[in-house]
């Protein structure tokens, strides 16, 4: 018998507090194909990782984490891969996908990066950092678009603008 691998989804964001992020993450946990061979996991990187914990709101193995702790992501991984193979990291945003593509020559697993908008227009807009703040999330951006296996994105618009930018057809 084949032993299944891990799917894990990766937040890097506020899953403690009810938003379409939250319901974007859990929807798609919940709705992973059962036939895939693949178990999930959910990492979660929080601002407030024991609210999430009280809420259960997933009846799916998870570990919450304090965002500012994203170093615990390593042995996260170790810890799984111990368990069983992760053939599949689902990174949600851009920091997500960083830390799953810096980890991934140690696992050899696949990445799905789910790009929900823009980080760095968003960043600036929300008046979070200026030009310099800007310049390096894009960086980012390009980085991950480029190395993910997979980007999935939540509108025509995005997709048109990663080809257009990064000449991305994934």
């Known amino acids: 018998m084949e032993v299944p691998s891990w799917n894990v989804v990766l937040s890097y964001g506020d899953l403690s507090h009810s938003s379409g992020y939250q319901t974007r993450v859990l929807s798609e ?41 994203m170093l615990r992501f390593y042995p996260e991984m170790a810890r799984l ?10 990174a949600h945003n851009l920091y997500s996908a960083a830390l799953a593509i ?21 960043y600036v807009s929300l008046g979070k950092g200026g030009e310099s703040s800007r310049k390096a999330l894009e960086g980012l951006e390009r980085w ?4 993910a296996d997979e980007v999935v994105v939540v509108s025509q618009k995005l997709a048109d603008y990663l080809e257009a930018t990064y000449g991305t057809t994934k």
């Open 29 to 69: 946990l919940e709705n992973l194909d059962a036939q895939s061979g693949f178990d999930p996991f959910l990492l979660v990187f929080d601002r407030h990782p024991e609210e999430f914990e009280r809420s259960s709101l997933t009846g799916f193995p998870f570990r919450a984490v304090p965002r500012s702790d």
């Open 81 to 90: 891969a111990r368990q069983k193979p992760i053939a599949l990291v689902h």
């Open 102 to 122: 810096s980890a991934r020559p140690l696992y050899k697993y696949k990445i799905v990066l789910d790009y929900h908008g823009r980080i760095p227009e968003e």
């Open 144 to 147: 991950a678009v480029r190395h």
